[in-house]
């Protein structure tokens, strides 16, 4: 069954805008965490921030947040004044309670306009 | 630290060969995975060690056998290949645990024909 939906498979943002990639999971663990990654087309995988299942406040790190709403089981990442190095894939993740699978969501293309 | 490290990075099989795909790292993490990364699919894990001399299947281990045997070390076997198996792959490196993030080493292209 598939963990990580990531809806969006490609977006556009104007520079200086702000942008959230919208991800939603489905999961039964008492407790989990959530990543993004950021794949440029360089290839590689960046780890860009993380969030606990049990953490009251929103993860922030920089230009990145994250929108955590347990209710409803999404963890959107907001970028805030988009750069034009942040054209990349980025992917939505859960590490389970084991700590040992971890799901990737199909990932969102975005592509930031000058 | 050189992180997690892939060898080779580019590499052309046939069907029916076998071949191993190397990962290392040295920052001293129990937990290490392989990923493969196929377009419009996301990273799927095949296999992933908690430590040395314990290994455990992903999501997708058919075609694929592993070992762990130092902390370090965690090799990737394609016994007999298929073009079904052409894709990127990635190693990654973790302290146990549901809230560490995982370091990726670079990746090998894999193509089988």
């Known amino acids: 069954a598939q963990k990580i939906t990531q809806t969006q498979p490609g977006m556009f943002v104007q520079e200086k805008e702000a942008v959230t990639l919208d991800c939603t999971y489905d999961t039964s663990d008492p407790s989990y965490g959530l990543f993004w990654y950021k794949q440029p087309s360089s290839g590689e995988m960046i780890f860009l921030i993380y969030q606990g299942s049990y953490d009251q406040q929103n993860a922030t790190e920089g230009r990145y947040s994250l929108n955590f709403q347990k209710a409803r089981k999404s963890a959107n990442l907001v970028i805030s004044a988009s750069q034009l190095g942040d054209s990349a894939m980025y992917f939505c993740?859960?590490?389970?309670?084991?700590?040992?699978?971890?799901?990737f969501g199909t990932g969102t293309s975005l592509t930031v306009i000058p | 630290n050189a992180g997690v490290t892939q060898t080779p990075k580019f590499q052309v099989l046939k069907t029916g060969q076998s071949m191993t795909l190397q990962c290392a790292q040295d920052m001293n993490h129990e937990y290490m995975s392989w990923y493969r990364q196929d377009p419009g699919m996301g990273l799927r894990l095949i296999h992933y060690?908690?430590?040395?001399?314990?290994?455990d299947q992903g999501e997708v281990p058919n075609g694929y056998n592993v070992s762990r045997s130092t902390t370090e070390d965690f090799p990737l076997r394609l016994l007999s290949a298929a073009p079904s198996q052409t894709s990127v792959y990635f190693c990654?490196?973790?302290?146990?645990?549901?809230?560490?993030?995982?370091?990726f080493g670079p990746g090998t292209r894999l193509t089988v024909t």
């Open positions: 993740a859960m590490r389970d309670h084991t700590g040992n699978q971890f799901y």
């Open positions: 060690s908690v430590g040395a001399g314990i290994t």
């Open positions: 990654a490196s973790s302290f146990s645990g549901e809230n560490y993030e995982q370091y």
